[in-house]
Nanobody, 119 residues
Framework: VQLQASGGGLVQAGGSLRVSCAVS????????VGWFRQAPGKEREFVAH????????LYTDSVKGRFTVSRDNAKNTVYLQMNSLKPEDTAVYYC?????????????WGQGTLVTVSS
């Protein structure tokens, strides 16, 4: 599976941004697509995921109520809508695909897109 993240940019605090993840290849193998982020000097952290076929979602506590993950299966694209952005949301955002139903390892990763939130 190949993933291509896009849509990052510079936004002011309180603003909104939507990043996209185009998925291609053996998509029938995918169980879920996750969004992760890595801020400068910090470890990569989980942000949200969406189950590829059923659409169930999960969010880390710090983005609940502000971020929404969705997918357009016809376009094989997963979106992360980010509202009420804070400077601490500044990071490189990555999307990744996982084939297994259980476990934590993601199998394929996109290249990342930079989101910068100014105060």
């Amino acid at each position: 599976v190949q993933l291509q993240a896009s849509g990052g940019g510079l936004v002011q605090a309180g603003g909104s941004l939507r990043v996209s993840c185009a998925v291609s290849g053996r998509t029938f193998n995918i169980n879920r697509v996750g969004w992760f982020r890595q801020a400068p000097g910090k470890e990569r952290e989980f942000v949200a995921h969406i189950i590829w076929s059923g659409g169930s979602t999960l969010y880390t506590d710090s983005v609940k109520g502000r971020f929404t993950v969705s997918r357009d299966n016809a376009k094989n694209t997963v979106y992360l809508q980010m509202n009420s952005l804070k400077p601490e949301d500044t990071a490189v955002y990555y999307c990744a695909a996982r084939r297994a139903t259980f476990g934590t390892r993601y199998d394929d990763w996109g290249q990342g897109t930079l989101v910068t939130v100014s105060s």
